[in-house]
């Protein structure tokens, strides 16, 4: 089998002027993950730990913050949750880009459903079922615009 790899492109609407600089967070954080299904053994405990680091992250009051999270870090029951967290947590001009863990492509496909995502067309849930899909969550807070969580 071999191994596809898609980017999406994904525009995002920080607005901070030239001169603004960046506090920058990178997160590294311990998973376990179940081998026959490659998700996250305990999704209680690794939530509650997101969870605990998006509340006491520094956020800057006079700078862009961008918080990041490693792959495989998010459990996919709890990304509408995330979402809600980072947006009544983190000032405006704040990104935050957490990795989901790995799900099958027809997963993807449900909670995609379910989240009112749209997905790329030539994502093929029925004759790809099983393929695994390692989806980055990206949450963004602009200064004036509401705010709003993407996937990529």
């Not at 609407?13 to 179940?34: K, R």
């Not at 967290?85 to 989901?100: E, F, K, M, N, Q």
Request: charge should be negative; proline fraction near 7%.
């Amino acid at each position: 089998m071999s191994t596809q790899i898609r980017i999406v492109p994904l525009v995002l609407p920080i607005d901070a002027p030239d001169s603004a600089s960046f506090g920058l967070h990178l997160c590294q954080i311990e998973y376990e993950l179940n081998p026959a299904t490659r998700r996250l053994k305990d999704q209680e405990s690794q939530w509650r730990r997101i969870a605990e680091i998006v509340k006491g992250t520094a956020w800057s009051s006079d700078s862009s913050s961008i918080l990041v999270l490693p792959e495989c870090s998010l459990p996919s029951e709890h990304v509408s949750e995330f979402c809600d967290l980072v947006l009544d947590s983190a000032p405006p001009g704040t990104l935050v880009i957490a990795g989901l863990e790995t799900l099958s492509l027809s997963s993807l496909v449900a909670l995609a459903s379910r989240l009112k995502w749209v997905l790329p067309s030539e994502m093929n849930a029925q004759k790809d079922a099983n393929i695994p899909a390692n989806v980055a969550l990206v949450c963004a807070r602009s200064a004036g615009d509401p705010a709003s969580c993407s996937r990529s």
